[in-house]
C-alpha cells in the first residue's frame, strides 16, 4: 500500500513539474531571470530522486513564490 502513494506522489510532483516548467517559460522576465528559475526547478527535480517528500515541499514553495508574483532578480 505504501508503494501506491509513493507512486502517486511521484505522479503528482512529476505533473507540478512540468506545469511549473511551463509557467517559467511563459513568464514575461529577463532571460537570466529564467535561467535562475530554471536551475531551481532542476534542483528540485534531482532532490525529487533522493528525498521525493522534501522535494515536493520545495516545489509547492517555489509555486506560491510564483502566484504571489516573488519572482527573485525581477526588476519589474
Do not use: W
Request: charged letters at 30%; hydrophobic letters at 45%; glycine letters at 6%.
Amino acid at each position: 500500500m505504501e508503494h501506491d502513494g509513493q507512486l502517486q506522489l511521484y505522479t503528482a510532483v512529476a505533473n507540478q513539474l512540468k506545469e511549473a516548467h511551463s509557467r517559467v517559460r511563459a513568464l514575461q522576465v529577463p532571460e537570466g531571470v529564467r535561467m535562475a528559475l530554471t536551475r531551481k526547478l532542476l534542483v528540485i527535480t534531482a532532490a525529487a530522486k533522493h528525498d521525493l517528500a522534501a522535494a515536493a515541499r520545495r516545489l509547492e514553495r517555489f509555486n506560491a513564490d510564483l502566484d504571489a508574483g516573488r519572482i527573485p532578480g525581477d526588476d519589474h
